[in-house]
């Protein structure tokens, strides 16, 4: 399982300012995240020659054409949702620890919030679920049509099999809106208490407002190339520890899972760790996906972090805030600084590893946990090492 293990590095991040309306295209974002990245790195855009696009915005060609890339070598789609920004580092460690590629940009752009308008017509129609023939059959009928309606369900038998409560929903919300009042490139910023969130209007029992995540417009890129290469970059390395994706039983049919309170993370995490040969006890700072606050919680249980079950009291409890034992999305997340498809939470990982964490800079970071999740339980994972 080490076959990956410190081969390849995160050399350069890059983000946009996140926003309601950010007045250009999604093509325009996802450039100007790009190049910070690139700049970042210290290398140069002739250098890029492998891309990794996300699961929405800009595809292989419209880079090409307006980077000026001359020689790609290397270039896939992964198309899992949420999970795809993590799942991103698993493949552009493979091409440039193989020599396929020299230097990987991994890149997500999308205007979530001034196209909602669109994107909520379509969902309403069952226009991106009913592409998957199962949902489209027996969950879109019974008038189950965006994620907070899917995700409820699992969410709902947590409760009901471990007494996890809404409060306990709560307490991750209030974390997260905690760490993004440190953020500069945060949107919510008004502080939250957990009556707060208590009060919030009901959106799909046992979802709350406060539960869910942003829509937002921005976009966020990295760049991977070899650990060998990194050490004579800009920046001290960040290595690619151990990275791992999976994917749950009946994938497109949430009803139809055996255990509706498991992800694919729980496949994939134990296979990270072993690559990185390290323990969720080694884990300094975790980004972890955070579309609806019981996916965190699940999150944190199938890790290890917390067995099966005691996800709710460990995040009640303050261990995942700035003080606590395991600080969690120390940018806010995308419940409360933006929502980006997650590759904000790799940007975040890198920094906290640097040091460059600012007020919300966890003590000591040296090892950094990212996640993804996406579409109906696709899990993605990858352990971070600053040198």
């Excluded at 067995?307 to 009640?316: A, D, L, S, T, Y």
């Excluded at 890198?350 to 800079?361: F, T």
Aim: glycine share 12%; with cysteine.
């Amino acid at each position: 399982m080490s076959g990956l293990k410190d081969k390849a590095a995160i050399v350069g991040i890059g983000e946009t300012e996140y926003s309601r309306d950010a007045g250009v295209s999604v093509l325009s974002l996802t450039l100007q995240a790009a190049v910070r990245a690139v700049e970042d790195s210290g290398l140069s855009i002739k250098d890029i020659d492998g891309l990794i696009p996300g699961f929405t915005g800009p595809q292989v060609d419209d880079f090409i054409s307006n980077l000026g890339l001359r020689d790609l070598r290397y270039a896939t789609a992964i198309q899992m949702g949420g999970a795809s920004a993590t799942a991103s580092l698993q493949s552009a460690a493979m091409a440039v620890s193989s020599g396929i590629a020299n230097a990987v940009l991994c890149y997500i752009g999308w205007k979530g919030s001034s196209e909602a308008r669109f994107s909520r017509r379509s969902a309403s129609a069952g226009g991106g679920a009913a592409t998957m023939s199962v949902i489209g059959n027996f969950e879109l009928p019974y008038g189950s049509f965006v994620p907070a309606q899917f995700y409820a369900h699992m969410a709902r038998r947590h409760m009901h099999e471990y007494g996890t409560t809404s409060r306990q929903f709560g307490a991750v919300a209030v974390a997260m809106r905690k760490h993004a009042i440190l953020n500069p490139k945060a949107i919510m910023k008004k502080p939250m208490t957990i009556e707060d969130h208590q009060n919030s209007r009901m959106i799909a029992d046992p979802f709350r407002l406060f539960d869910c995540c942003q829509e937002t417009d921005g976009a966020a890129a990295v760049v991977v190339t070899t650990a060998a290469r990194a050490r004579d970059l800009k920046h001290h390395p960040v290595n690619i520890m151990g990275v791992a994706e999976g994917h749950p039983d009946s994938p497109n049919y949430i009803a139809g899972r055996p255990v509706l309170t498991e992800l694919g993370l729980k496949k994939a995490a134990p296979r990270a760790f072993a690559m990185a040969g390290i323990t969720p006890n080694d884990i300094d700072v975790a980004e972890v996906y955070d579309c609806f606050t019981y996916i965190v919680i699940a999150q944190l249980e199938d890790i290890g972090f917390c067995n099966k079950g005691e996800g709710g009291p460990f995040v009640e409890s303050g261990r995942i805030e700035l003080a606590g034992e395991l600080p969690v999305n120390t940018h806010g997340g995308l419940l409360s600084q933006a929502h980006v498809g997650g590759m904000n939470h790799i940007v975040e990982a890198v920094r906290q590893l640097r040091g460059d964490g600012g007020l919300a800079q966890v003590r000591d970071a040296k090892i950094a946990l990212v996640t993804g999740y996406g579409d109906f339980g696709d899990g993605s994972i990858a352990i971070l090492g600053g040198e």
